[in-house]
């Protein structure tokens, strides 16, 4: 097969837009791309569909792991709202539940300052004490002291529920095309022959069923190593080729590809 980086990988009919394609998904900080995978419409697609579903599932754990997009790694990801037992509003970010509704200082303007509000820790009061203290001219070390001298109300944390969709349809198939496009942007003309067929068609329109094509591994965490995601492929000697997809280096899946005869296979590096 001649080299076609005019076909599209998925819906197999000629690019008319080039456009980037991220081999994963640019919110989840994605910077291995090629432009000669994929229509610009057929991008837009899957950003509107299964993409968008996959980035809401993932929003909460976003989040806590500080896991920044690519295209602002100085913006903090903002996690969707969750609701405690009692339905408080919390946000968690950065690794920290945090109220949505915020702490309010009262100041009498007799020497008689009010604290109110709920705080998830100590550390979020601290810094709310701090904060007014500076923007009033007040000394935010005496406040401190001062509150610490004085028997506070502490209450036990309340539960929170952290809704989890990573094993829905949707969520599958674009899990799915990151294996996919990893693999094409390794062997394009490899994965345009027709043993992929299925996955393309998977991966494009749902067609299948999910265990067919992937499951969810047990693959225990890389510790004492910074690492958000991982991508590999693996061709077994009956011709499968299977990629493992690691998210957050905690959600782990086996995608399979397809089977191949073909051994002049995957060059070049893993993200």
Known sequence: MTDSPEIDIYTLAPIRTTTREHVFPSFLGGALESKSL???DTNTSFGRGIEATLSEALGVFRGYFDARGQRNRNKPPRSPTLFTDSGRKVRIEQGVISGI???KINDDGKGKLEIYGEASDAKELRKAIRKYAKRKGYNPEEILSKLEEHQARTEISERVTIPCELWD???????TKIACNFFAH?????FLSPEFNPIRAYVLNGQGNNPEF???AQIAPIQGHHLDHFVSLKHYDDGAVECGVVLFNNFSYIVRLGKCIE??????PTE
Do not use: E, H, M, W
């Open 101 to 103: 509704n915020k702490l």
């Open 214 to 216: 992937i499951s969810v």
């Open 263 to 268: 051994k002049r296979l995957f060059r070049g």
């Open 186 to 190: 390794r062997n394009k003309n490899l």
């Open 38 to 40: 994929i229509d610009q």
């Open 169 to 175: 349809t949707p969520v599958y198939r674009a899990i």
